[in-house]
């Protein structure tokens, strides 16, 4: 069916769809693929990792950045979930230098490994954050196989996959300073676009949206589609925040505390802080540094990042850089439809509550 | 100059020295292309720790995987530091999953990030912890990425990244069975022989001269190269329990003490174990668990390694396992004076001090 017949709505369901079933695939293959039971053991909990979560939105991502030049075809949705157990693998090792239990309101991987491997053992939680490490490696090495195998031509292929490298490489120094970030105390707004732009911006939106671009083969600059990507991703991640401090539980799948307990400085914070008054500015900065804060704490932090400002200011920044990814959105090249799908993916990602 | 006119002594240390060329080069590179000082620092340390020891065995094998077929050229040297690059990224996080410190004589990647990023802070050591995760996952990319910029026809690029990620993906699971090794009473010499194919023998030679025999783009079936490099891989490893044990701890840079300290059951343990009485067995049991042995203790667990004949068991083992390899290697297709460097290889890898 062609997508121009089908609402925004309806080809992103059916995308994910499509991405499920080639996740479900790859593990099949994975599964089948070895005799022993340890390494199948550890397979199929990467597995449920992988297949128990996720908007899917890394890999929507990469097939509409495909699909601007190329007509669909299955090896793409093969290739897309590349980025999906890149996601994993980030997501295992972001819960294990966190030390965050939980992970899309389910345990995270170390808990699962613990659990599964060496409940009871004397320093069970430490051999299972090894364990972790390794789980998230090996995630790694999946999305590298997923595109390799995933039979487009090679020299799309080696493009792609140096792309993907790339990706995870940028996600790598915003992790490093968003780690560092903590101890920073002059951590500022500057610092924190650039975390978002490394952290967030290249792996959920430029990387993909590249990786697709590049495996249709496509000759047209895809300058533009990789500032789109950058400035919507930088949107998204301030949504990610604001849902983190003004979210619902439930539907964010982690505790609206955990943000301020890991001590992550939000623009939210930020902002908080450079506008409250000297009390209230160190009251946060305490909060960020202490951990475990009280409800009553909790709430005084939310009703300061209202009452400075702190909450408008995030709230019109991500309507910026939502026009702003418009703009660009217009220059990009390829087919219409699915420019379409991407403006209403862009409003999307800044009105979800989750 | 070809080589056949030099001795394999000199083939190695002339392909050691174009190897830490290519790695400079690599570096250098990686520097210039960023402008961000924190990343730059980052790129630093990585590139101290990969240019400031190892032997470079494995892009050694994976040249000379790559020369049984070809002649030499520049690329190989260049994709041949992506093994190299997948070691420090197996080394860093082998550290911090065993919190080792020390490594190859000096701080392991985790103490050097703790100096350099966090000395001073609260909770600085599992926040370097932390960083060193992501310095792990950072030599991972770059792995990939020396072998994708490498030059070679896109097709045995594909092919030989597929022989990368599944290397790095079998180690995974011998690290996964490394740590549960500790927990399970019942680890015996099936398990260990496993556990270094898996661990050892995939990425240090078959997956370098696979790789390397790939990006040839040989025809000829590399079946018996594989065997070749499974089976000297697992002598390989049994050396270097052996110099865990018994070696000078100057010259293998690490504690002598580390190995049973960090509860390894390795092959010499699992022997003296099984044939020792009971109360000597329960004796070194007992020690693998404990850790931090006194030099009394560690003395007495050499003695019964040297007493039960499990000292003698793994050398004897060891050198079946080079013979059979011998036997494999006569089999390999490919130049025959490449092949009398590997034969010279195997030797020096089974008698080697450090």
């Excluded at 601007?68 to 897309?80: H, Q, R, T, Y």
């Excluded at 991703?233 to 609206?256: H, M, P, R, W, Y």
């Excluded at 418009?326 to 219409?336: H, I, R």
Aim: proline share 2%; glycine share 8%; net charge negative.
């Amino acid at each position: 069916m062609q997508i121009e017949s089908q609402s925004p709505t309806d080809v992103v369901a059916s995308y994910k769809a499509k991405i499920d079933e080639s996740i479900s695939r790859f593990f099949d293959r994975k599964e089948e693929e070895t005799k022993d039971v340890l390494s199948k053991r550890v397979i199929k909990i990467i597995r449920d990792y992988t297949e128990g979560g996720g908007k899917r939105l890394r890999p929507i991502f990469m097939i509409l950045g495909y699909r601007l030049f190329s007509p669909e075809e299955k090896g793409i949705f093969d290739a897309s979930i590349s980025i999906e157990l890149a996601q994993s693998y980030l997501l295992i090792h972001d819960d294990v230098i966190d030390k965050s239990d939980v992970r899309r309101g389910k345990p995270s991987m170390h808990i699962r490994l613990e659990d599964a491997f060496v409940a009871g053992c004397p320093q069970s939680r430490s051999t299972a954050e090894g364990l972790a490490i390794v789980a998230g490696d090996l995630a790694e090495s999946y999305a590298h196989e997923a595109l390799l195998r995933s039979g487009f031509y090679s020299e799309n292929l080696v493009k792609a996959d140096l792309e993907l490298s790339k990706t995870i490489e940028m996600t790598g120094y915003g992790q490093f300073l968003d780690i560092l970030s903590t101890t920073m105390d002059d951590f500022n707004e500057g610092d924190l676009i650039r975390l978002h732009l490394w952290k967030t911006a290249k792996y959920t939106l430029e990387g993909p949206l590249a990786m697709g671009a590049i495996l249709s083969g496509t000759e047209y600059d895809i300058t533009a589609l990789r500032e789109y990507g950058r400035v919507l991703g930088i949107a998204f991640q301030l949504k990610d925040d604001i849902l983190g401090l003004f979210g619902d539980e439930k539907t964010i799948g982690k505790s609206v505390y955990s943000d301020v307990n890991e001590g992550k400085k939000t623009l939210l914070m930020i902002k908080a802080m450079e506008w409250g008054d000297r009390d209230d500015a160190n009251f946060i900065r305490k909060m960020l540094r202490k951990g475990n804060v009280t409800n009553e704490e909790f709430e005084r932090i939310k009703k300061l990042v209202m009452d400075t400002g702190s909450y408008d200011y995030s709230i019109n920044l991500m309507g910026k850089l939502v026009d702003k990814s418009k703009e660009y959105l217009a220059k990009v090249s390829g087919d219409n439809y699915v420019k379409k799908i991407l403006d209403w993916l862009s409003d999307y990602l800044i009105s979800r509550d989750h």
